[in-house]
């Protein structure tokens, strides 16, 4: 009788149980070389290593984690979220056209409408808590990517994606799902129909605040994926070796961390959603959610460590209550083991679409009474 299958928490933890050839090390060596050496025939020693702008051990390590934990193909590795993005964005034609969501990781929305603009790109963004604006701006036979980010950073909006999915098989377009937030932990997109899963790794996925990635999940190898992996060589986008080892360190602790932060953030959640002369909460786990079903349907096990609040009294008092916050660190980012607090209209200028009242927490490994105690004190009137 066979084994029945590993269980992703395993893989991860374990890194897929490789071992080091060499020296039976149980950690994953870093692969410095940028080139590798062919023989006296000019035979490369080691077959497809020839440089690390195309192939490194250390990448392919953390991508075959990634892709076992996506359920997907393969998986590739990029300098940024944004250069994985840009990757698939630079393997579309002039002409053709995008459908995005209005809200969404702002600074990757904002290099969307610039590069669809230089690139010729038609782009429609429509209303992520509508069920019906996907659908209605999709043109069959003309619209070839369908690109969403669920929940909607920072107001956390669900996004269905096997909805989107039918959406975009029924325009002759490829659906790519921005699952930062979600992470695998939570939510599987190919599984519900994506071609291809984006992530900021510098987010949950490293988990440490200490590198800047982005990564790629393909449901299948094909003709679009190739011009992926060829953008990412041809344009430079690669991650360094010791990022790629950093990551892969982050990933073996990715479904305690997630798991944690969702717990807590829920905790956090409920406890202000009963405070609403305060503040009101922004949260895809709590049943007043307009999203909540959806949430349920493709999350399983927790529903993110990111939540906003939007506090009653307006910007100042938003500014203030960031400003009183003592164990909540007021920084930009997500997804790390401490608790951030961002005050996001500031963050993304005069044009953002955010509501000036709007605090985005991310929400750490720290225990949820200390968190929920320092809102408590920064949020009271006075």
Same mark, same amino acid.
């Given at each position: 009788?066979?084994?029945?299958?590993?269980?992703?928490?395993?893989?991860?933890?374990?890194?897929?149980?490789?071992?080091?050839?060499?020296?039976?090390?149980?950690?994953?060596?870093?692969?410095?070389?940028?080139?590798?050496?062919?023989?006296?025939?000019?035979r490369?020693?080691?077959?497809?290593?020839?440089?690390?702008?195309?192939?490194?051990?250390?990448?392919e390590?953390?991508?075959?984690?990634?892709?076992?934990?996506?359920?997907?193909?393969?998986?590739?590795?990029?300098?940024?979220?944004?250069?994985a993005?840009?990757?698939?964005?630079?393997?579309?034609?002039?002409?053709?056209?995008?459908?995005?969501?209005?809200?969404?990781?702002? *600074?990757? /929305?904002?290099?969307?409408?610039?590069?669809? $603009? #230089?690139?010729? @790109?038609?782009?429609? %963004?429509?209303? !992520?808590? &509508?069920?019906?604006?996907?659908?209605?701006a999709?043109?069959?036979?003309?619209?070839?990517?369908?690109?969403?980010?669920?929940?909607?950073?920072?107001?956390?909006?669900?996004?269905?994606?096997a909805?989107?999915?039918a959406?975009?098989?029924?325009? *002759?377009? /490829?659906?790519?799902?921005?699952?930062?937030v $979600? #992470?695998?932990? @939570?939510?599987?997109? %190919?599984?519900? !129909?994506? &071609?291809?899963?984006?992530?900021?790794?510098?987010?949950?996925?490293?988990?440490?605040?200490?590198?800047?990635?982005?990564a790629?999940?393909?449901?299948?190898?094909?003709?679009?994926?190739?011009?992926?992996?060829?953008?990412?060589?041809?344009?430079?986008?690669?991650?360094?070796?010791?990022?790629?080892?950093?990551l892969?360190?982050? @990933?073996?602790?990715?479904?305690?961390?997630?798991?944690?932060?969702?717990?807590?953030?829920?905790?956090?959640?409920?406890?202000?959603?009963?405070?609403?002369?305060?503040?009101?909460?922004?949260?895809?786990?709590?049943?007043?959610?307009?999203?909540?079903?959806?949430?349920?349907?493709?999350?399983?096990?927790?529903?993110?460590g990111?939540?906003?609040?939007?506090?009653?009294?307006?910007?100042a008092?938003?500014?203030?209550?960031?400003?009183?916050?003592?164990?909540?660190?007021?920084?930009?980012?997500l997804?790390?083991?401490?608790?951030?607090?961002?005050?996001?209209?500031?963050?993304e200028?005069?044009?953002?679409?955010?509501?000036?009242?709007?605090?985005?927490?991310?929400?750490?490994?720290?225990?949820?009474?200390?968190?929920?105690?320092?809102?408590?004190?920064?949020?009271?009137?006075?």
């Amino acid at each position: 009788m066979a084994d029945p299958p590993l269980k992703p928490e395993t893989l991860a933890a374990q890194a897929l149980h490789r071992i080091d050839p060499q020296t039976g090390g149980l950690v994953p060596p870093i692969q410095p070389s940028t080139t590798y050496a062919r023989d006296a025939d000019y035979r490369l020693v080691v077959e497809g290593m020839s440089y690390s702008r195309d192939e490194n051990p250390t990448y392919e390590a953390a991508e075959a984690v990634l892709a076992a934990l996506e359920g997907g193909h393969s998986a590739r590795l990029f300098a940024s979220g944004k250069a994985a993005a840009a990757a698939v964005l630079q393997a579309l034609q002039p002409g053709d056209h995008v459908v995005a969501p209005r809200v969404m990781y702002w *600074g990757l /929305r904002n290099f969307l409408v610039d590069f669809a $603009a #230089t690139w010729g @790109l038609g782009l429609d %963004l429509f209303d !992520g808590s &509508d069920p019906k604006a996907l659908a209605a701006a999709v043109v069959p036979g003309r619209t070839k990517l369908v690109w969403i980010e669920t929940p909607c950073n920072p107001t956390w909006e669900v996004i269905d994606i096997a909805a989107a999915a039918a959406v975009a098989r029924g325009a *002759g377009a /490829r659906l790519a799902v921005d699952s930062t937030v $979600a #992470t695998p932990v @939570l939510t599987r997109p %190919l599984a519900l !129909g994506a &071609d291809l899963v984006m992530h900021s790794a510098t987010k949950y996925l490293n988990g440490h605040g200490d590198v800047v990635a982005g990564a790629l999940v393909t449901a299948a190898e094909d003709k679009v994926w190739a011009r992926v992996c060829r953008n990412r060589s041809d344009y430079g986008a690669v991650l360094g070796p010791f990022e790629a080892w950093l990551l892969l360190r982050g @990933l073996r602790t990715l479904y305690l961390r997630v798991r944690r932060a969702s717990e807590s953030a829920l905790a956090v959640a409920r406890h202000f959603e009963g405070l609403p002369e305060r503040c009101s909460v922004l949260y895809p786990g709590l049943e007043s959610h307009p999203g909540h079903d959806a949430a349920r349907r493709q999350m399983t096990g927790g529903f993110g460590g990111m939540l906003s609040l939007r506090v009653a009294g307006g910007a100042a008092a938003a500014l203030e209550a960031a400003k009183r916050c003592r164990v909540f660190q007021r920084a930009t980012s997500l997804g790390g083991v401490e608790s951030l607090i961002e005050h996001r209209a500031t963050i993304e200028g005069p044009e953002s679409p955010i509501p000036d009242d709007l605090l985005r927490l991310s929400v750490g490994i720290e225990d949820p009474d200390d968190l929920i105690a320092d809102l408590e004190q920064a949020l009271r009137p006075g």
